[in-house]
């Protein structure tokens, strides 16, 4: 019982101060965004809602520009103490296997759905990159992301189109769509 309390102790301890420090940093940024705002309240209100938006991508510039202090403490924060390290690699390991076992029973269906065109051993190498690059992109390190039904029954759709109505290759057929819904991501994030 000591020894549970000693170490609620320290984990109350370091919560403290990370959300301490992140506080801080907080009310910093918002009286820096009020001092801004506070010379904008003479506009026209439509005008106001048009220079806050353009040019386009203003909004998503200036929200990197507020979190990119934040952002090598987003991976670091939880790895202060030798028993945070050890709960994060048995979490990275339970993920590990938990998101392993779905792709491959997913990528044996698309095997089977698109004639061996994607395979299971593309499918863990897909989700293994853009699983790392959403992680540092995201803005959340711990975001997941798999192959999910509605992901599959989409691959066998846009191959039967492929193959069916439009007897083109599937897989760049496949890659134009990925680069036409990658397209309107893009216009939609600005």
């Known amino acids: 019982a000591v020894v549970s309390t000693q170490s609620t102790g320290i984990v109350k301890e370091g919560c403290t101060r990370v959300m301490d420090k992140h506080t801080e940093l907080y009310k910093q940024e918002r009286e820096i965004m009020h001092e801004e705002e506070a010379g904008d309240e003479t506009k026209h209100p439509v005008k106001k809602f048009f220079s806050d938006i353009m040019p386009p991508g203003k909004l998503l510039w200036n929200d990197i520009k507020r979190r990119k202090k934040h952002y090598?403490?987003?991976?670091?924060?939880?790895?202060d103490s030798w028993r945070s390290i050890k709960k994060y690699t048995t979490s990275v390991i339970f993920l590990y296997f938990s998101l392993l076992l779905p792709v491959m029973a997913?990528?044996?269906?698309?095997?089977y759905n698109t004639k061996k065109?994607?395979?299971t051993r593309k499918g863990i190498l897909a989700q293994a990159f853009g699983g790392i690059i959403f992680a540092l992109f995201a803005g959340q390190p711990l975001s997941v992301v798999q192959t999910t039904i509605?992901?599959?029954?989409?691959?066998?759709?846009?191959?039967?189109?492929?193959h069916d109505l439009f007897e083109v290759d599937f897989l760049t057929f496949y890659t134009l769509?990925?680069?036409?819904n990658g397209l309107f991501l893009v216009v939609y994030a600005f």
Do not use: Q
């Open 177 to 180: 769509v990925g680069l036409w």
């Open 150 to 162: 509605p992901i599959v029954l989409f691959i066998k759709l846009v191959h039967t189109f492929s």
């Open 117 to 119: 065109e994607i395979e």
């Open 72 to 79: 090598l403490s987003d991976f670091t924060d939880g790895l």
């Open 106 to 111: 997913f990528g044996v269906l698309n095997s």
